[in-house]
């Protein structure tokens, strides 16, 4: 584990205060972050609680991958103040209180799952006499003890992604900053992620920052921040959605919100459930864009949130 540098900024509380460092996993205030030349990420404030899981949720192309990249410390161009474990996001100390799993798994096709999970051990600095009661605890955790001699080229999409998360888990990390980890499994196996999500914040007392586009996991969450156009439309309970919007789910919480951002942005002329919604704009930007963007190394070090920070100078 690495020793914290005396010269990093931000200290341990930050300009937060003690009470408010100690609850809250990531705290932003105006974060703004350019991609290419398009402002992604436009003035956000917002809080991540700790010990919690929060889900991130919003249209395709809202911006959740550039905002969690910008909490692991990945992403260039980012404005604002953001702190993650009373940290400035980056700093080099959080690296190992970290889990990242990105939409891609970035596993070796070429090693089979318990050796995947032994070299991440290593290279994560997990103790040799520790690392094979993490990898079990790991594989366990993921439901993967059965395939733990499979290579990894000859699992499923899904199995491939719980191999990451496994990867994620190792070293226990105090935040896990998950990218759509539950796209593509079956409810069967949906269910069962939860419930480990749940079990790490309540056993492990751990911060779970998940994303998703499907509003049907929002009541998983204790809490949730809802995003649109690179922006943040509300954040708070599910409950608490239901309530202020006086909707009966989250999806019509979270419709009703895009008309009232609608309107106050335009005045009211559009009406989001039009074909004219920015919101499916949205979405075809980035589909054009996804035909565009610059490939992932797939060898990428899953826990390594800073190699590609650069790679964004436009
Ligand atoms: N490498 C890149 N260079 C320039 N713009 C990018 C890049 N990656 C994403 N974008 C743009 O940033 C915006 C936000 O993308 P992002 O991937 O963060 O959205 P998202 O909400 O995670 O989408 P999804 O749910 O489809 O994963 C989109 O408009 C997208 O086109």
């Known amino acids: 584990m690495n020793k914290i540098p005396d010269d990093e900024q931000g200290g341990g509380e930050g300009a937060l205060g003690p009470a408010a460092a100690g609850r809250e996993a990531v705290r932003a205030r105006d974060l703004g972050v350019v991609r290419g030349r398009t402002p992604v990420l436009k003035g956000l404030d917002f809080a991540v609680a700790r010990g919690s899981v929060t ?39 959080l690296r190992h209180r970290l889990g990242y799993v990105t939409q891609a798994p970035s596993v070796y096709a070429d090693l089979t799952i318990r050796q ?6 290593a290279v994560l600095g997990v103790p040799r006499r520790e690392r094979e009661r993490q990898v079990d605890a790991a594989l366990a955790d993921v439901d993967l003890t059965s395939h733990a001699g499979s290579l990894v080229a000859n699992l499923s999409g899904g199995q491939r992604s719980r191999v990451s998360l496994a990867v994620a888990l190792l070293g226990t990390p105090e935040l896990l900053v998950l990218d759509e980890p539950t796209v593509g499994l079956d409810p069967v196996l949906r269910r069962s992620l939860w419930g480990l999500f749940h079990r790490l914040a309540a056993e492990r007392g751990a911060s779970l920052l998940i994303s998703s586009h499907v509003m049907d996991e929002a009541d998983r969450c204790q809490r949730l921040i809802l995003m649109r156009d690179g922006r943040i439309l509300a954040e708070g309970t599910p409950d608490e959605m239901r309530r202020r919007t006086g909707s009966e789910t989250v999806e019509d919480a979270f419709l009703r919100l895009v008309e009232e951002d609608t309107a106050r942005r335009d005045g009211g002329r559009e009406d989001p459930r039009n074909p004219g919604d920015p919101a499916d704009q949205e979405h075809r930007d980035h589909q054009n864009h996804q035909n565009h963007r610059e490939p992932e190394d797939p060898r990428r070090h899953p826990r390594d949130n800073r190699d590609n920070r650069d790679n964004e100078e436009g």
Do not use: D, F, H, W
């Open 116 to 121: 995947n999970l032994a070299y991440y051990a």
């Open 55 to 93: 889900g991130l949720l919003g249209p395709s192309g809202c911006g959740k991958t550039t905002l969690m990249r910008a909490i692991v410390g990945a992403q260039a161009k980012v404005t604002g103040t953001l702190e993650v474990l009373g940290r400035p996001a980056g700093s080099p100390s």
